[in-house]
């Protein structure tokens, strides 16, 4: 029997008692529910109520339109309405933000830079040169990922302090700051506000990155974690493509509209301010983090869309007692644990994997390419916006796929394929003068590369982290993760036009070592952590640290 401890203040709470009355025959077996009345603040523990009883289950009836299953039915968790519905809130006001101003820079380029132009010979009276004019658009564009490291340092600190979901509703004063800056700076005359703006932007991004994936993974049933989990980098894929269409000059891609392509980012934070607060608070950070056992079981069953959660519970309850025995863990702690240590560099690896790829690379040569291939500029516009499609559909197709062949399998998969793919697409570019249909084969490569990272690459490091550390470790090593990421996206930004310009395609060659590496590491180093519980993956780790 499992206990209930209610604590609604008044009236009557309901018992469910499930039991099974002892059969007449071999064939004859009956099952039936018993609805016991008892006061509400009632503790229920494993007294017999009946003779014919043999089981008692106490679930909570304090949500409306939840579902029971008699707890002889048990079944795996599956999607539902609500479900869904956090699931909406939380990853397309975050996501869509680290995504969006990722990409949306790209179109308005050369209309932004002739911006600052005009605004330098306004001020000084004199027309600066192109190269003090592209220093400041470098440093508008960069900005946006130191803002994203510190965005991860601190995002333990505001996953502790204001919750998940409260970290991430908080988050959005960031986005009202930074649309302010960025959309009122072409009026202002000010390419200092747009520069402040893609800061603050970079730093809401950055907390996003660590507390979205750890919401979802945090709601998610375990036979559904990896596929939730991917929906961060799901709309990250079509908050790109988003952002490149409305770029189009036949859009908002003008000299007078770009501020508004710009602004558009505060849309998805408003859906976020009206739709997050419905939903609840991360259950494990409830119990495990605050010890609000009620709190959380009421979490829960919203979520689950049912009354039948002491399975789960249960589980909980097991990591918050261990818990209670070992502090809380901090920066130091993950470096000299070795239990801890072991999944934090598994975690790091992954995390500078996904931006040491070349993934930026490939996109950034994608138009070049394009044009390379014939195409005319339009024509290599429309040819991007297809690669953006494939990478949105790809990331479709990896929610659906990590269920079922597992994290690492996917990882293996399309680090492989990117390292095949990169080795023929490097000998493509070299040649590609040479022949049109190399050019072509170039294109391919190129679509092929996209296919292979959003297959695995672009979505498990996000949340692979949230399912290799318990509660307490979860917020530190997330900031260190989410840092190392957003670190290794600006060196790749910083370094590849300087060395493409020395190693020309070459270049290329330095991504097919690195994915090389990547490759044995993956095989060799991570875990499978598919339907695994949090005290399984422990438990592995721990095992790992004494051998």
Same mark, same amino acid.
């Given at each position: 029997?499992?206990?209930?401890?209610?604590?609604?203040?008044?009236?009557? +709470?309901?018992?469910?008692?499930?039991?099974?009355?002892?059969?007449?025959?071999?064939?004859?077996?009956?099952?039936?529910?018993?609805?016991?009345?008892?006061?509400?603040?009632?503790?229920?523990?494993?007294?017999?109520?009946?003779?014919?009883?043999?089981?008692?289950?106490?679930?909570?009836?304090?949500?409306?339109?939840?579902?029971?299953?008699?707890?002889?039915? #048990?079944?795996?968790? +599956?999607?539902?309405?609500?479900?869904?519905?956090?699931?909406?809130?939380?990853?397309?006001?975050?996501?869509?933000?680290h995504g969006y101003n990722t990409g949306v820079v790209n179109a308005p380029e050369e209309l932004i830079e002739k911006w600052i132009a005009d605004v330098i010979l306004y001020r000084t009276g004199?027309?600066?040169?192109?190269?003090?004019?592209?220093?400041? !658009?470098?440093?508008?564009?960069?900005?946006?990922? $130191?803002?994203?490291? $510190?965005?991860?340092?601190?995002?333990?600190? &505001?996953?502790?302090?204001?919750?998940?979901?409260?970290?991430?509703?908080?988050?959005?004063?960031? =986005?009202?700051?930074?649309?302010?800056?960025?959309?009122? *700076?072409?009026?202002?005359?000010?390419?200092?506000?747009?520069?402040?703006?893609?800061?603050?932007?970079?730093?809401?991004? +950055?907390?996003?990155?660590?507390?979205?994936?750890?919401?979802?993974?945090?709601?998610?049933?375990?036979?559904?974690?990896?596929?939730?989990?991917?929906?961060?980098?799901?709309?990250?894929? $079509?908050?790109?493509?988003?952002?490149?269409?409305?770029?189009?000059?036949?859009?908002?891609?003008?000299?007078?509209? !770009?501020?508004?392509?710009?602004?558009?980012?505060?849309?998805?934070?408003?859906?976020? &301010?009206?739709?997050?607060?419905?939903?609840?608070?991360?259950?494990?950070?409830?119990?495990?983090?605050?010890?609000?056992?009620?709190?959380?079981?009421?979490?829960?069953? /919203?979520?689950?869309?049912?009354?039948?959660?002491?399975?789960?519970?249960?589980?909980?309850?097991?990591?918050?007692?261990?818990?209670?025995?070992?502090?809380?863990?901090?920066?130091?702690?993950?470096?000299?644990?070795?239990?801890?240590?072991?999944?934090?560099?598994?975690?790091?690896?992954?995390?500078?994997?996904?931006?040491?790829?070349?993934?930026?690379?490939?996109?950034?040569?994608?138009?070049?390419?394009?044009?390379?291939?014939?195409?005319?500029?339009?024509?290599?516009?429309?040819?991007?916006?297809?690669?953006?499609?494939?990478? &949105?559909?790809?990331?479709?197709?990896?929610?659906?796929? =990590?269920?079922?062949?597992?994290?690492?399998?996917?990882?293996?998969?399309?680090?492989?394929?990117?390292?095949?793919?990169?080795?023929?697409?490097?000998?493509?570019? =070299?040649?590609?003068?040479? *022949?049109?249909w190399i050019s072509y084969c170039a294109i391919l490569f190129v679509l092929i590369f996209v296919v292979m990272f959003a297959i695995g690459p672009g979505s498990i490091p996000w949340f692979l982290?949230?399912?290799?550390?318990?509660?307490?470790?979860?917020?530190?090593?997330?900031?260190?993760?989410?840092?190392?990421? /957003?670190?290794?996206?600006?060196?790749?930004?910083?370094?590849?036009?300087?060395? #493409?310009?020395?190693? +020309?395609?070459?270049?290329?060659?330095?991504?097919?070592?690195?994915?090389?590496?990547?490759?044995?590491? &993956?095989?060799?180093?991570?875990?499978?952590?598919?339907?695994?519980?949090?005290?399984?993956?422990?438990?592995?780790?721990?095992?790992?640290?004494?051998?």
């Open positions: 029997m499992r206990r209930l401890e209610n604590d609604d203040d008044d009236g009557v +709470g309901y018992i469910a008692a499930s039991h099974m009355l002892r059969p007449s025959s071999v064939d004859d077996q009956q099952q039936s529910i018993a609805l016991l009345q008892v006061p509400r603040n009632s503790r229920v523990r494993h007294e017999s109520i009946s003779s014919s009883v043999s089981d008692i289950d106490v679930p909570i009836y304090s949500t409306d339109n939840l579902t029971t299953r008699p707890p002889y039915q #048990q079944r795996e968790a +599956g999607l539902n309405g609500r479900l869904a519905f956090a699931i909406a809130a939380a990853a397309l006001g975050s996501s869509f933000q004199v027309y600066p040169d192109q190269s003090s004019v592209t220093l400041i !658009w470098s440093v508008a564009v960069s900005i946006f990922c $130191i803002g994203g490291m $510190i965005g991860g340092v601190i995002t333990g600190l &505001v996953a502790d302090r204001f919750g998940r979901k409260g970290g991430l509703l908080f988050n959005n004063v960031l =986005v009202l700051i930074a649309t302010f800056l960025m959309g009122l *700076a072409k009026s202002a005359g000010s390419y200092e506000m747009m520069i402040l703006g893609r800061f603050i932007i970079g730093i809401n991004s +950055g907390l996003n990155a660590g507390l979205a994936p750890m919401y979802l993974a945090e709601i998610s049933p375990i036979n559904l974690r990896g596929a939730i989990g991917t929906v961060y980098q799901l709309v990250i894929t $079509i908050s790109i493509l988003v952002s490149q269409i409305l770029g189009l000059g036949s859009l908002l891609g003008t000299a007078d509209k !770009w501020p508004i392509l710009l602004a558009i980012t505060i849309v998805p934070a408003i859906f976020q &301010v009206a739709t997050l607060p419905i939903c609840p608070e991360s259950p494990k950070y409830l119990l495990l983090t605050r010890g609000k056992d009620h709190e959380a079981e009421r979490s829960l069953a /919203w979520l689950r869309g049912t009354i039948e959660v002491q399975d789960e519970m249960d589980e909980m309850r097991s990591e918050y007692e261990a818990m209670k025995i070992i502090p809380k863990v901090t920066m130091r702690e993950l470096i000299v644990n070795d239990a801890l240590r072991i999944p934090l560099l598994i975690s790091l690896a992954i995390m500078c994997a996904q931006q040491l790829s070349g993934i930026n690379a490939v996109m950034f040569y994608s138009t070049k390419i394009f044009k390379m291939a014939q195409l005319s500029s339009e024509g290599a516009q429309f040819a991007t916006l297809g690669m953006g499609a494939i990478n &949105v559909l790809m990331t479709v197709i990896s929610l659906i796929l =990590v269920e079922r062949a597992g994290r690492k399998t996917l990882l293996l998969i399309g680090f492989s394929g990117m390292f095949i793919d990169t080795i023929l697409l490097t000998f493509a570019m =070299v040649n590609v003068a040479a *022949a049109l982290v949230s399912e290799l550390f318990t509660q307490s470790a979860r917020p530190a090593a997330t900031s260190l993760a989410v840092c190392v990421n /957003w670190t290794a996206n600006f060196l790749v930004g910083l370094g590849f036009l300087p060395l #493409q310009n020395i190693m +020309g395609p070459y270049i290329f060659i330095i991504f097919v070592v690195i994915l090389g590496v990547i490759v044995v590491f &993956v095989y060799k180093k991570v875990p499978e952590t598919k339907n695994k519980t949090m005290e399984e993956i422990s438990a592995m780790f721990r095992q790992q640290s004494y051998q």
